[in-house]
C-alpha cells in the first residue's frame, strides 16, 4: 500500500486498464523503477518508508500547486488552487508583459479575511498611490516574453520566494465585481504568481490564463495529406522539398479549391550513416530540418562566383541523376545521398556574404530564437566532430553549460553559425510555403506534424537533458492490435520537470512549430494526458503509465495556437482513456476519424453512418500507418503482412475477416446511394469511401495523396524495420511506378477523384509552375 500511495503521488500507475472491466497491476520493478527516474528512492523499505513521509508532508503543506490555470472570458469557475487559499492569504502575480496585480483571498468560504484585511488594491489605487513599474518595464497585455528562464515552482519556503517589490499594476486590467472571490481579470499568458499565508507559508507557482479555445477553421475545407519526402517534381534534388510543398499547395488551392496540405514531421533528423529515415524520432522537434531546403530559391545561390556556380551546377546534375533514379528506375528515396548533395552545396552557399537587409534579418532571427537555437547548433558542431549521439561524447561535453562545451563552442563558431544559419534558411522557405497556401486561397493552409518525442542521443535530449526521464522510453501497452504492445525509443518528458520551469520547454517547441503553421497536428495527442513509459532493458509490456497535468498541458496549447492563429489538430487513434476526448473538444482540437475504424463499437458494431460521426474531427480514410484505401479494397495489405511473417493468425482467417469489413463497408456506400459506378471497380469504389466522408460533419475532410493514383503501398508498415522500405517510398500509381507532382496534377484519376469534392477542378493538362 505504501508503494501504491507514493506512486499515485507521482503520477504513476500501479495499474491500468486494456479494455472496460479489465485490470493489469504493474510490476513492483517497473513501479520502483520509473521513481527512481523521478529521482524518488523507494528500494527499499526505509528509503520508500521516508519518500512517502516526504511527499505527504510535501503535499499537506503546500500552499498552491506549481501550475495553475485560469480560463478566460468566465467560461471555467476559479480553480480550486485560488478559492482554497487561507483567509487573509497575499497572493501577487507578476504579468509577463512587466505588471503585478494583488489580491487577497476571503478564504474557502467567502470569509472575510481575518483582522478585516481590505482587498486587493485596484488599478486606479495603485495608479492614486503613485506606484511606478519598475525600470525599464513597459505593462503590456500581448507581450510574449523569452522562454528560457526557468522558475522555480510548487511549496517552498519563505527564504525562497521573498515577495517581490510592488510594481504596477496594467491600465487595462480591472476588477470586474461580477468574478468569484473578486478575483482580478487578467492578461492572456504564463504569469507567476505568489502567496503569503497569514500562517508565513509561501509559494511560487506558474499562473497560466489562456483562452477556452483554441482557434476553428473559418469554414469546412478538403485537403492533401502528404508525406512531404515522397512528394518529388523535376526539380528537387531526390526527395520532396520545401519548394515542392509550395507548388502543391498553390496548385491545390487554386486549382482543386483545397483549404489544407497536410505533411509529416519535416523536425531535425539525427544525422548518421545511415540516418534514420523515421520523421517521427528527430533530433530536435523545435527546428527544422535543412534536407528539406529547395537550394536554388536561397537568394545568395545566384550570387555564386563562377567558380562556385560550376562546382553548384556539377551538384545539381548529381542530384538529377538521383532524381531520375527514383523516377524512372524505382529506387528508393536515399535521405542521405540527398542530404550530402544538398549539404555540399550549401556550404558554398554559406561562404557567399549576405546583403545588409538579409544579414540584419538573420541577426533579429538569432535574437528571437535565443539560447535554445545557440544550442541547437551547437549540438550540431560537436556532432561533426564526436558524432551523432551525445552520450559517446567526452564527459564534460555531455553538458550542455560545462566550461568545456562553452570553450568548444567558441572554437567551432564558424560551424555553429553554419548550422545556426541553415534553421533560418528552413524558417524562411516555411514561411513561404505558408504564404503560397494563404494566397492560392486556403482556409487553413499548411499542417505541420509534431512528433510525439525525440531521439536520445539527439538535439533537444541534450539541450534539455534534466527536462528528460533517464533510462525512460516512450511506447504503448498490449492492445488488440499489438500484444507484446510497443516500445518507440523516445526518452519522456518529465513531469515535474516540465511544470517546475513552467513549462518552458513544451512552450518554446509549440512557439516555433507555430509561427509557420496554418494548423498543427499532435501526434499521439493522448501524451498530453498520460505517456507509457518503458524501464530500459524491460519489454513494452512491463511498462506503466505516468501522468502529467493535462489542464495545464492543454492551457498552453490553446494559449500559444491562439496567438498564432493556428487550428489544433490531435490523433486520437488507438487507445484513448475515458474523457480525453471530451477535454480535448471542449477546447476546440480536432480528432481524427478514419473510416475503417469508426464502427458503433458500445453497440451493433457495425460501421458508423455518416451523420453520427463527430463534427470535430479531421476525417479520411487512411493514415501513413495505415493500408492505403486501394490496397485495404483489394486484401493487397494483409497479403504483404503475411510475406513479412506480421500476421497473428492463420493467412485465410485474416482474409476472411478482412474481406468481411471491406464488404461491411461497401454494402454501406451502396446503400447509401454512394456506389454508383458499381462495387466492382476500385477506383470507383475510391470515390465513394470519399464521398462517405463528405456526408459526414467533420470539419476538414483529408485525402491521402497515394490515394489519388491508386498506390497500393503503406508509407510505413508498424512492426517492421529492415523488412520493409519504411519512410522511402515516393507517392506511386497502381503498378507501383513513381509519379512525380507533374503528373500528379495531370492525372486524369486524380481529377475524378477530386471531382467528388468540387464539379469544377482544373483539365487534367493543368500543371504547376
Same mark, same amino acid.
Given at each position: 500500500?505504501?508503494?501504491?500511495?507514493?506512486?499515485?503521488?507521482?503520477?504513476?500507475?500501479?495499474?491500468?486498464?486494456?479494455?472496460?472491466?479489465?485490470?493489469?497491476?504493474?510490476?513492483?520493478?517497473?513501479?520502483?523503477?520509473?521513481?527512481?527516474?523521478?529521482?524518488?528512492?523507494?528500494?527499499?523499505?526505509?528509503?520508500?518508508?521516508?519518500?512517502?513521509?516526504?511527499?505527504?508532508?510535501?503535499?499537506?503543506?503546500?500552499?498552491?500547486?506549481?501550475?495553475?490555470?485560469?480560463?478566460?472570458?468566465?467560461?471555467?469557475?476559479?480553480?480550486?488552487?485560488?478559492?482554497?487559499?487561507?483567509?487573509?492569504?497575499?497572493?501577487?502575480?507578476?504579468?509577463?508583459?512587466?505588471?503585478?496585480?494583488?489580491?487577497?483571498?476571503?478564504?474557502?468560504?467567502?470569509?472575510?479575511?481575518?483582522?478585516?484585511?481590505?482587498?486587493?488594491?485596484?488599478?486606479?489605487?495603485?495608479?492614486?498611490? /503613485?506606484?511606478?513599474?519598475?525600470?525599464?518595464?513597459?505593462?503590456?497585455?500581448?507581450?510574449?516574453?523569452?522562454?528560457?528562464?526557468?522558475?522555480?515552482?510548487?511549496?517552498?519556503?519563505?527564504?525562497?520566494?521573498?515577495?517581490?517589490?510592488?510594481?504596477?499594476?496594467?491600465?487595462?486590467?480591472?476588477?470586474?465585481?461580477?468574478?468569484?472571490?473578486?478575483?482580478?481579470?487578467?492578461?492572456?499568458?504564463?504569469?507567476?504568481?505568489?502567496?503569503?499565508?497569514?500562517?508565513?507559508?509561501?509559494?511560487?507557482?506558474?499562473?497560466?490564463?489562456?483562452?477556452?479555445?483554441?482557434?476553428?477553421?473559418?469554414?469546412?475545407?478538403? /485537403?492533401?495529406?502528404?508525406?512531404?519526402?515522397?512528394?518529388?517534381?523535376?526539380?528537387?534534388?531526390?526527395?520532396?522539398?520545401?519548394? !515542392?510543398?509550395?507548388?502543391?499547395?498553390?496548385?491545390?488551392?487554386?486549382?482543386?479549391?483545397?483549404?489544407?496540405?497536410?505533411?509529416?514531421?519535416?523536425?531535425?533528423?539525427?544525422?548518421?550513416?545511415?540516418?534514420?529515415?523515421?520523421?517521427?524520432?528527430?533530433?530536435?522537434?523545435?527546428?527544422?530540418?535543412?534536407?528539406?531546403?529547395?537550394?536554388?530559391?536561397?537568394?545568395?545561390?545566384?550570387?555564386?562566383?563562377?567558380?562556385?556556380?560550376?562546382?553548384?551546377?556539377?551538384?545539381? !546534375?548529381?542530384?538529377?541523376?538521383?532524381?531520375?533514379?527514383?523516377?524512372?528506375?524505382?529506387?528508393?528515396?536515399?535521405?542521405?545521398?540527398?542530404?550530402?548533395?544538398?549539404?555540399?552545396?550549401?556550404?558554398?552557399?554559406?561562404?557567399?556574404?549576405?546583403?545588409?537587409?538579409?544579414?540584419?534579418?538573420?541577426?533579429?532571427?538569432?535574437? %528571437?530564437?535565443?539560447?535554445?537555437?545557440?544550442?541547437?547548433?551547437?549540438?550540431?558542431?560537436?556532432? %561533426?566532430?564526436?558524432?551523432?549521439?551525445?552520450?559517446?561524447?567526452?564527459?564534460?561535453?555531455?553538458?550542455?553549460?560545462?566550461? %568545456?562545451?562553452?570553450?568548444?563552442?567558441?572554437?567551432?563558431?564558424?560551424?555553429? !553559425?553554419?548550422?545556426?544559419?541553415?534553421?533560418?534558411?528552413?524558417?524562411?522557405?516555411?514561411?513561404?510555403?505558408?504564404?503560397?497556401?494563404?494566397?492560392?486561397?486556403?482556409?487553413?493552409?499548411?499542417?505541420?506534424?509534431?512528433?510525439?518525442?525525440?531521439?536520445?542521443?539527439?538535439?533537444?535530449?541534450?539541450?534539455?537533458?534534466?527536462?528528460?526521464?533517464?533510462?525512460?522510453?516512450?511506447?504503448?501497452?498490449?492492445?488488440?492490435?499489438?500484444?507484446?504492445?510497443?516500445?518507440?525509443?523516445?526518452?519522456?518528458?518529465?513531469?515535474?520537470?516540465?511544470?517546475?520551469?513552467?513549462?518552458?520547454?513544451?512552450?518554446?517547441?509549440?512557439?516555433?512549430?507555430?509561427?509557420?503553421?496554418?494548423?498543427?497536428?499532435?501526434?499521439?495527442?493522448?501524451?498530453?494526458?498520460?505517456?507509457?513509459?518503458?524501464?530500459?532493458?524491460?519489454?513494452?509490456?512491463?511498462?506503466?503509465?505516468?501522468?502529467?497535468?493535462?489542464?495545464?498541458?492543454?492551457?498552453?496549447?490553446?494559449?500559444?495556437?491562439?496567438?498564432?492563429?493556428?487550428?489544433?489538430?490531435?490523433?486520437?487513434?488507438?487507445?484513448?482513456?475515458?474523457?480525453?476526448?471530451?477535454?480535448?473538444?471542449?477546447?476546440?482540437?480536432?480528432?481524427?476519424?478514419?473510416?475503417?475504424?469508426?464502427?458503433?463499437?458500445?453497440?451493433?458494431?457495425?460501421?458508423?453512418?455518416?451523420?453520427?460521426?463527430? %463534427?470535430?474531427?479531421?476525417?479520411?480514410?487512411?493514415?501513413?500507418?495505415?493500408?492505403?484505401?486501394?490496397?485495404?479494397?483489394?486484401?493487397?495489405?494483409?497479403?504483404?503482412?503475411?510475406?513479412?511473417?506480421?500476421?497473428?493468425?492463420?493467412?485465410?482467417?485474416?482474409?476472411?475477416?478482412?474481406?468481411?469489413?471491406?464488404?461491411?463497408?461497401?454494402?454501406?456506400?451502396?446503400?447509401? /446511394?454512394?456506389?454508383?459506378?458499381?462495387?466492382?471497380?476500385?477506383? /470507383?469504389?475510391?470515390?465513394?469511401?470519399?464521398?462517405?466522408?463528405?456526408?459526414?460533419?467533420?470539419?476538414?475532410?483529408?485525402?491521402?495523396?497515394?490515394?489519388?493514383?491508386?498506390?497500393?503501398?503503406?508509407?510505413?508498415?508498424?512492426?517492421?524495420?529492415?523488412?520493409?522500405?519504411?519512410?522511402?517510398?515516393?507517392?506511386?500509381?497502381?503498378?507501383?511506378?513513381?509519379?512525380?507532382?507533374?503528373?500528379?496534377?495531370?492525372?486524369?484519376?486524380?481529377?475524378?477523384?477530386?471531382?467528388?469534392?468540387?464539379?469544377?477542378?482544373?483539365?487534367?493538362?493543368?500543371?504547376?509552375?
Amino acid at each position: 500500500m505504501g508503494l501504491d500511495r507514493l506512486a499515485a503521488l507521482h503520477g504513476v500507475a500501479t495499474a491500468y486498464a486494456p479494455s472496460e472491466g479489465v485490470t493489469v497491476p504493474v510490476p513492483d520493478a517497473t513501479v520502483l523503477a520509473v521513481l527512481a527516474a523521478l529521482d524518488v528512492d523507494a528500494s527499499t523499505p526505509a528509503a520508500l518508508r521516508d519518500a512517502l513521509n516526504h511527499a505527504e508532508s510535501a503535499a499537506s503543506a503546500r500552499l498552491l500547486p506549481p501550475t495553475v490555470v485560469l480560463w478566460s472570458e468566465g467560461a471555467d469557475p476559479l480553480p480550486p488552487a485560488l478559492t482554497a487559499l487561507p483567509a487573509g492569504t497575499s497572493v501577487r502575480v507578476e504579468t509577463e508583459g512587466g505588471g503585478a496585480v494583488r489580491w487577497t483571498s476571503p478564504g474557502p468560504a467567502g470569509a472575510a479575511p481575518p483582522g478585516g484585511a481590505e482587498p486587493a488594491t485596484t488599478a486606479e489605487a495603485a495608479s492614486a498611490a /503613485g506606484v511606478v513599474p519598475p525600470a525599464g518595464v513597459v505593462p503590456s497585455v500581448g507581450a510574449v516574453p523569452p522562454i528560457d528562464v526557468a522558475p522555480a515552482a510548487g511549496a517552498v519556503t519563505p527564504a525562497d520566494v521573498p515577495l517581490p517589490a510592488e510594481a504596477a499594476y496594467p491600465a487595462d486590467v480591472a476588477h470586474p465585481a461580477d468574478m468569484a472571490h473578486d478575483w482580478p481579470q487578467l492578461p492572456l499568458g504564463v504569469h507567476q504568481l505568489y502567496a503569503h499565508a497569514p500562517d508565513e507559508r509561501v509559494a511560487r507557482s506558474t499562473l497560466i490564463v489562456a483562452p477556452t479555445r483554441v482557434p476553428s477553421p473559418d469554414r469546412r475545407s478538403y /485537403g492533401f495529406l502528404v508525406q512531404l519526402y515522397s512528394l518529388l517534381s523535376a526539380r528537387s534534388w531526390g526527395m520532396g522539398d520545401l519548394g !515542392d510543398l509550395a507548388e502543391l499547395a498553390t496548385w491545390s488551392g487554386r486549382a482543386l479549391g483545397a483549404g489544407f496540405v497536410q505533411v509529416n514531421p519535416l523536425h531535425a533528423a539525427v544525422p548518421g550513416a545511415p540516418t534514420d529515415p523515421s520523421p517521427y524520432r528527430p533530433s530536435s522537434r523545435r527546428f527544422p530540418d535543412p534536407v528539406h531546403l529547395r537550394i536554388e530559391d536561397i537568394p545568395e545561390y545566384a550570387f555564386a562566383g563562377p567558380d562556385d556556380r560550376q562546382r553548384l551546377d556539377e551538384l545539381r !546534375d548529381e542530384a538529377a541523376r538521383l532524381r531520375e533514379s527514383v523516377l524512372a528506375k524505382g529506387a528508393l528515396i536515399d535521405r542521405d545521398a540527398v542530404w550530402a548533395l544538398k549539404r555540399a552545396a550549401l556550404e558554398i552557399v554559406h561562404r557567399i556574404p549576405l546583403g545588409p537587409g538579409r544579414r540584419a534579418a538573420y541577426c533579429d532571427f538569432l535574437a %528571437e530564437q535565443g539560447q535554445a537555437l545557440e544550442d541547437h547548433a551547437t549540438w550540431c558542431a560537436l556532432a %561533426e566532430v564526436h558524432g551523432p549521439t551525445w552520450h559517446s561524447w567526452p564527459a564534460a561535453l555531455q553538458d550542455p553549460r560545462s566550461p %568545456e562545451t562553452a570553450r568548444a563552442r567558441h572554437e567551432l563558431m564558424d560551424r555553429v !553559425d553554419f548550422h545556426g544559419r541553415l534553421v533560418w534558411l528552413t524558417d524562411r522557405q516555411l514561411a513561404a510555403a505558408g504564404q503560397a497556401a494563404r494566397e492560392a486561397g486556403m482556409g487553413v493552409g499548411i499542417v505541420h506534424d509534431l512528433a510525439v518525442g525525440v531521439h536520445p542521443g539527439g538535439a533537444d535530449a541534450w539541450a534539455q537533458r534534466e527536462a528528460f526521464a533517464a533510462g525512460m522510453s516512450v511506447g504503448a501497452p498490449p492492445d488488440a492490435f499489438n500484444a507484446r504492445g510497443q516500445d518507440w525509443g523516445l526518452p519522456p518528458w518529465r513531469p515535474d520537470v516540465l511544470a517546475a520551469s513552467g513549462y518552458a520547454p513544451y512552450r518554446g517547441l509549440l512557439r516555433g512549430l507555430l509561427r509557420n503553421a496554418g494548423a498543427l497536428r499532435i501526434d499521439h495527442v493522448m501524451g498530453l494526458f498520460r505517456l507509457w513509459w518503458v524501464p530500459e532493458g524491460s519489454p513494452p509490456t512491463e511498462g506503466t503509465y505516468v501522468r502529467y497535468d493535462a489542464e495545464a498541458m492543454l492551457a498552453i496549447l490553446v494559449l500559444e495556437a491562439h496567438r498564432a492563429g493556428t487550428v489544433v489538430i490531435g490523433e486520437d487513434l488507438g487507445t484513448v482513456e475515458p474523457g480525453v476526448r471530451e477535454a480535448l473538444t471542449r477546447r476546440g482540437v480536432l480528432g481524427t476519424s478514419v473510416l475503417w475504424f469508426e464502427r458503433d463499437w458500445a453497440g451493433t458494431g457495425r460501421p458508423l453512418p455518416p451523420e453520427r460521426w463527430r %463534427e470535430g474531427c479531421v476525417a479520411t480514410a487512411t493514415t501513413h500507418d495505415l493500408p492505403s484505401t486501394a490496397a485495404r479494397l483489394t486484401g493487397e495489405h494483409v497479403a504483404l503482412r503475411h510475406r513479412l511473417g506480421l500476421l497473428t493468425r492463420p493467412l485465410e482467417q485474416e482474409r476472411t475477416q478482412d474481406a468481411a469489413n471491406v464488404s461491411e463497408w461497401l454494402g454501406l456506400l451502396t446503400g447509401l /446511394g454512394l456506389l454508383p459506378e458499381g462495387t466492382g471497380d476500385e477506383e /470507383g469504389q475510391i470515390r465513394a469511401a470519399y464521398r462517405f466522408l463528405l456526408r459526414t460533419p467533420a470539419r476538414m475532410v483529408g485525402v491521402w495523396l497515394p490515394d489519388a493514383v491508386g498506390d497500393r503501398r503503406p508509407q510505413n508498415l508498424p512492426g517492421t524495420w529492415d523488412q520493409y522500405p519504411n519512410w522511402r517510398l515516393p507517392v506511386a500509381d497502381a503498378e507501383g511506378r513513381p509519379v512525380p507532382l507533374e503528373e500528379l496534377a495531370a492525372s486524369p484519376r486524380l481529377h475524378a477523384l477530386m471531382g467528388v469534392f468540387t464539379p469544377r477542378t482544373a483539365p487534367p493538362d493543368a500543371r504547376p509552375g
